[in-house]
């Protein structure tokens, strides 16, 4: 279910969710870019002699730099053996990868990339909360429907100040995800500041299994169909498309596509959904590499519902594959966009393994939509926005689903 797919040469690609990488460890689903082969290889520039010297003389003045202070440490350093070789490369790596300041562009030792390739695996038990680092503080991008973080009433843009007491602050990412991780039925308290709160409040989660269907239907009496898209992983395309050969049966007079609290996933399923909703060979979204020239995906096929009136709800945890999809449809005013600003990745990662065990995701891309839009750091603007108000969220009423509803009704 959480695989991704493997593009040869040992590397990886992701459009993924807009979580630094060891989210996967609080209970979300590795993204990838799907099935591009190699065409994000690594780019290299050619430069003229001169630069190359240039560079070539700056490099060697740092790596001085770099070993000076190496044979200080050991020579010096009042507890010699405290830190093996292995784990100071690893460190000074993790260095140079952070100086680039891309929460997505990350370093990765051989047990971190052993951790990531068994949860992507679907061995998945925590929270159920995906996550970002901004401004160097761990934030939730979104709880993942009907995951624990969701039930404990965690929302999009939350900051985690503490993990059972300690400052999340104090501690490296990933050792950050290990302490929010656990085993299903233990427990975890975070202390969580939240907008247009005074002070933070904390927070008592039971850990659990994370098992989300990635589409769920309903049909109302009016004979709108409500279709959940939860995830985009492996299986969407196949649960979508089983949704939809299911409603068209009934004649539906409007639909609905729920994308709100969905952090993204696989590129290629957001195009495969898209391929039902718009006619074959239709600009999808385009991805523009350094050194390479702009590659349009398109639309391949399957357009099944081209005609049904359709409405996308979105909110600020809606990311990635999700604002793909989205930002197809508003673009090519397929249908409408409603809810609320959507969170705003437009980035694609690549990973790369190493002999060692090590591994780096990398960002090697951005994406935009059909009309040349980029939704990063901005989001999408929602056609009709709609609130969804805390009195809403403590009484349980999905004021903007309604909303959905009720606009597609007054169509007929």
Do not use: C
């Not at 695989?3 to 993924?16: A, L």
């Not at 891309?365 to 969220?393: C, M, Q, S, Y």
């Amino acid at each position: 279910m959480y695989e991704m797919e493997n593009t040869g040469s040992g590397k990886k690609i992701f459009i993924g969710s807009v979580i630094a990488v060891f989210s996967f460890l609080v209970g979300w689903q590795a993204s990838s870019f799907g099935l591009l082969g190699d065409v994000f290889g690594t780019t290299k520039t050619s430069d003229s002699v001169e630069e190359s010297q240039k560079k070539t003389d700056v490099h060697d003045e740092n790596l001085n730099l770099f070993w000076s202070i190496w044979d200080k440490l050991d020579k010096e350093y009042v507890d010699k053996d405290k830190v093996a070789s292995e784990d100071k490369i690893y460190g000074a790596i993790k260095g140079l990868v952070a100086s680039f300041d891309d929460p997505y562009t990350v370093f990765m030792t051989p047990k971190e990339s052993k951790e990531f390739s068994e949860n992507i695996d679907g061995k998945l038990e925590g929270i159920g909360a995906e996550l970002t680092v901004e401004d160097k503080l761990l934030k939730i991008v979104t709880p993942m429907k009907g995951s624990p973080s969701e039930k404990a009433g965690l929302l999009p843009g939350d900051i985690i100040y503490k993990i059972d007491g300690k400052p999340a602050n104090n501690m490296s990412l990933f050792d950050a995800i290990m302490a929010i991780r656990g085993k299903k039925g233990t427990g975890v308290t975070l202390t969580i500041g939240r907008k247009n709160l005074d002070k933070p409040f904390d927070v008592s989660i039971i850990r659990d299994s994370i098992e989300i269907d990635s589409v769920t239907m309903e049909r109302t009496k009016s004979g709108i169909v409500y279709l959940s898209v939860n995830q985009f992983n492996g299986k969407t395309n196949e649960q979508f498309g089983k949704a939809v050969s299911e409603m068209i049966l009934n004649e539906p007079k409007g639909l609905v596509i729920d994308l709100r609290y969905n952090g993204g996933g696989y590129l290629d399923s957001a195009v495969e959904l898209l391929s039902y909703l718009l006619p074959t060979d239709t600009n999808a979204v385009e991805i523009r590499q350094r050194g390479k020239e702009n590659d349009m995906m398109k639309t391949n096929g399957n357009p099944k519902i081209t005609k049904v009136p359709l409405v996308v709800l979105v909110n600020e945890g809606s990311a990635s594959a999700s604002e793909i999809l989205a930002g197809a449809i508003q673009d090519l005013k397929r249908g409408i966009i409603m809810g609320t600003k959507t969170y705003g990745k437009g980035s694609v990662q690549e990973v790369d393994s190493f002999p060692d065990g090590s591994s780096i995701r990398l960002t090697i891309a951005k994406w935009f939509t059909p009309n040349g839009r980029t939704v990063n750091h901005v989001g999408l603007t929602p056609d009709i926005v709609v609130e969804l108000k805390d009195e809403d969220l403590k009484n349980k009423k999905d004021t903007q689903k309604e909303a959905a509803i009720k606009y597609l009704e007054e169509l007929h």
